[in-house]
């Protein structure tokens, strides 16, 4: 079966061939780093690392390369031309620190809330600000060409120069005009250009360049950093749905007008996530960082299932119940994957195996159909809990989890009462006598330290069970 992907450019699910056979070449839009990650950023993220081990999963070798933002990114950034602060420094200013500060803060961050998602390393992180002089010879290659000019030590693109401007995002120049809420900007030849290079004395940060001392644009940082990575035209570029249009153009614009060869082969683009039915913001009090969450003592599981369980084409409605309901499903993952381990192959489980391989690639080749590859791995579970499956199933499992990442082979499985060392036993039993005496305000206390060390009891028909929460 063909592995195919929806392209953003064409509009239509292609079948995905990379430019070097064997070989994908991935740039994935990475954070700017102001801020702690929040879980809209991470459904980008996760996708980008599903599709990574998907692709791995199908014996391709992947070169990932996920870029840091850590300057040019202003707080307005949905016009080609972003104005306002740039975010760093407005995070740098709001907390006293300095940029460099920040962005080191929120890198380390970024990196240890992408561990907890279970996020493979990229190939590379590249730095915006460790990579000024790749962008600045961009410029001067852009100005040399005749797509962009200066004009008092910045530098714009010519937005008229390039032909393709729009393709992407299905705008024309003109629609883009007539849409945009333009600043008059006595500099620029077309209020549609957008800045590459901007002299500023009051950006903090600042570098030397050809047309004097300034700071880079944010769009220019990804042509630059991919072009040196991975090439002038690579195979796979990822991002958030509001990446399109201005960041993905403004990409296409540079990097196309810079070698005249085309820049990305597959666009895939991620939907946004809804909070409780609604847009997440700050101010509607729907906004969850990762960490936020995992303060509130979520299995960081849950949240990684949750995030990767919708089509990432459609969107996802976050929910808190939602994250409860995951972690019901990660410990029927966890059970299941005991049954197994203990259990014993038979003729039905072998057959099902075969039926669940051909089931979870077909859909997952058809531009990653999560929920279809989730619906049959579930079946196929249910099926073998009833009758019965050993080694064969459970590596199956294990195999598929190369491409879910949710660590199926550590997931603690119930166990009895008798199972547990001296000092809990004695908490579960001594619960199960309150509860027999309909105590059950004191029994909650029970339990309730037993959570907190870290220990969560479930009541069956055949008594308690209980297991160890991993953080
Ligand atoms: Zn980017």
Redesign the pocket.
């Known amino acids: 079966m063909a592995l195919r992907f929806y392209n953003t450019l064409s509009r239509k699910k292609e079948t995905f061939r990379p430019l070097k056979k064997g070989i994908v070449k991935m740039y994935n839009?990475g954070p700017t780093v102001y801020d702690f990650a929040h879980i809209g950023n991470f459904r980008a993220y996760v996708f980008a690392d599903l599709l990574r081990r998907y692709l791995e999963y199908k014996g391709f070798r992947v070169k990932q390369v996920m870029?840091i933002t850590d300057v040019g990114h202003m707080s307005i950034d949905d016009d080609a031309d972003s104005r306002g602060e740039d975010k760093i420094e407005a995070s740098a200013r709001k907390q006293h620190k300095t940029p460099l500060e920040i962005s080191h803060f929120y890198t380390k961050a970024f990196i240890e809330d992408a561990k907890s998602m279970n996020l493979m390393k990229p190939m590379k992180m590249p730095k915006a600000t460790k990579h000024i002089k790749e962008m600045t010879a961009l410029v001067q290659k852009l100005i040399k060409k005749g797509h962009a000019y200066v004009v008092n030590g910045s530098v714009y693109y010519d937005v008229g120069s390039f032909k393709k401007y729009g393709r992407l995002s299905g705008n024309s120049i003109e629609q883009l005009r007539a849409g945009a809420r333009l600043e008059v900007n006595p500099e620029k030849k077309n209020p549609l250009d957008f800045a590459l290079w901007i002299s500023n004395p009051k950006h903090v940060m600042q570098w030397d360049s050809p047309w004097g001392r300034g700071y880079p644009g944010w769009h220019i940082e990804?042509s630059a950093m991919s072009m040196k990575y991975l090439g002038d035209t690579i195979d796979i570029h990822t991002?958030g749905e509001d990446?399109i249009f201005p960041?993905h153009e403004c990409?296409i614009a540079q990097s196309e007008g810079a070698t005249g060869k085309p820049f990305v082969r597959y666009w895939l683009h991620i939907r946004h996530l809804m909070v409780n039915g609604q847009k997440m913001s700050k101010s509607k009090g729907n906004f969850y960082t990762l960490r936020d969450l995992l303060a509130k003592g979520y299995n960081p599981k849950a949240i990684r299932y949750l995030l990767l369980s919708a089509h990432y084409r459609t969107r996802l409605n976050f929910t808190e119940d939602g994250v409860k309901k995951a972690e019901g499903l990660i410990r029927r993952f966890g059970e299941f994957m005991e049954n197994m381990r203990t259990g014993k192959d038979n003729a039905k489980s072998l057959r099902a195996i075969k039926k669940v391989n051909k089931e979870f690639e077909a859909a997952m080749d058809d531009d990653l159909n999560m929920p279809r590859a989730l619906a049959s791995i579930f079946e196929f579970m249910r099926n073998l809990n009833k009758s019965g499956g050993g080694p064969k199933a459970y590596q199956t499992m294990i195999a598929f989890d190369s491409v879910l990442g949710l660590g199926l082979s550590d997931i603690e499985a119930w166990k009895v009462a008798k199972d547990a060392e001296p000092e809990i036993r004695k908490l579960i039993k001594k619960r199960e006598e309150l509860r027999k005496t309909n105590k059950w305000s004191e029994a909650d206390k029970i339990r309730a330290a037993l959570t907190k060390k870290g220990i969560v009891i479930e009541d069956t028909e055949k008594g308690p069970r209980w297991r160890k929460v991993k953080k």
Do not use: I, L, Y
Request: net charge negative.
């Open positions: 839009c870029n990804c991002g990446n960041h990409e």
